[in-house]
Each structure stands twice: as structure tokens, then as C-alpha cells.
């Protein structure tokens, strides 16, 4: 089931299967995407990595995720874009500069137990009732609802993760995740943020460390390498113009970068993905 309205706004809501799943390869600027595993052993490749998802797992991708299908049962996909939903303006716990939509460089997963199943059953089968209705209050109980199904998803997922309490930590640590988004192709190195940020680069060194997370500079080597893989595996680019578009003075530089993050040459990688495409292209498993 599919909502637009007048201004472009988008949700699409559907239990996907083997035969239906073309619909994760699509792409649509500025959206974001949900899946609930209703179903054990879905193996999705993301991003050029092969990723198994189990029943009543959740996952959250943004429209800069590469998706390819290899064996699928059943997924309850939600999928809006930003005009039908302005994170930016609305709680940011629950937007893209949130714990889910924060940055492309990991995978949020959460799980459900038999008491939040419960919830989010209720709250899509609520979902297909408003999108079969159609009256002026539509659009308005269609956000609130989503609102409602992105705060049950933070609460999972920060409970899961031990974030802390310190909110203001938390925001520094969000904020710098999605400045990181916006200019990892241009900005490398920590002190680049901490001057967007107005801190010190000691001071969000000593944030993350309290948080036990991976380390700021961490973040924005993942971030360039995973745009890295994306752009070798799914492009025809050469590796030289790769790398100019990653902000990186010469190729050399680049391809060390890469080799110390992948463990193998930029060419190398091209090339096994390319032998990889061809391995898979003989359909999806079931």
C-alpha cells in the first residue's frame, strides 16, 4: 500500500516475500527504510556484505544503502521519505540524526520479544487500516503513527545498546555522526568536526571513550571506506576518480587507506565484486 501526497510526501507500507523483493533494490531520493523479519534466514548483501537476519528482528537502512535480496521469507517493509516525515525538524532520538537513522556506517538491529511483538503488531495492523481510509486527517494520523512506531524502535534499541543517560553526550555523539555524513568526502580527520562542532578534539575523543564506542576518527574511516566499497562495487568509476571524490589528494593515498581498512587493493575489491555479481546473477534463493 502506497501513500503520496500533495507536496511529494511518500510512505509505502507491505509484507514483502522471494517473489515480491524487488522492491528493496529500488531507489528513492531521501528515503528511509524499515524491515521486520517475520520469518528466519534472510540473507540480504548490503552494501557489498552478506548480512542473516532472523524472525522479529528489525534493521534500519537509509536511501544511501545498496541492497541486493539472496534468500528472503517474509519482511514487513515501511519505507517514507522526508517529506512525508521531516526528521530534521521533529525529536532528533528519532530522526535521521537520531540512534537509527544516524549515519550509514553501521546497521541499527533490534530484536522483539513476545511483549514488544505484541506492540508493533497492534501498530501495523493500525498502520493498514488508516492507509485504506482517505479523508483530510489521513496525512496527519499516517505521521503520527510512524512517529509512534520510530519511538518504539529508540526505546529498543537504546535499552539494547546501554546507551547512556547523559543526553548531552549522547547529542554530541549523534551530532558528529551526522556532520560526518554530510562531509566525510571532504573531511578526515577528527579536528575538522570538532571545529564544526565547537569542542575540542580531546574533548569528543573523551566522549566516545566514556561511552565505550569506537574512537571519532574510527567513524569517519568506516564512513569513507563503506562509500568506498559502494562506489567500487556498484559503479564503473576507476578506481583514480574514486578516489578524488573521497577527498583524496592522489591514489596512492587512497589505496593505502583502503588496503589498511579492507585488507585488499581498491582494484582487488572492484574485481572480486565484479566476479561476484556474476556468481549471483542467477536469481534469489528460497
Known sequence: MKFIGHTEEYLFLDTIDSHSCDILKEQIESSLTILWFQSDTNILIIDGKEEVFSKNQIIFLTEFHQIVPKKIGEIRLLRFNRPFYCILDHDSEVGCKGI?????????????????????????????IEMKSNDNLQIDMLQMMLKRYLILCARLYKNQENYPAERNETDLVREFNFLVEQHFRHKHSVADYAELLHKSPKTISNVFSKMDSKSPLKYIHERIALEARRMLYYTDKPVKEIAYQLGFEDIQAFSRFFK??????????KEKGDLGTIANSSGITT
Open 260 to 269: 589498511k581498512q579492507e585488507g585488499i587493493s581498491p582494484s582487488e575489491f
Open 100 to 128: 537509527l537513522f544516524f549515519g550509514a556506517s553501521q546497521l541499527p538491529v533490534i530484536a522483539l520479544d513476545q511483549e514488544d511483538h505484541e506492540k508493533f503488531d497492534t501498530l501495523w495492523k493500525m498502520f493498514i
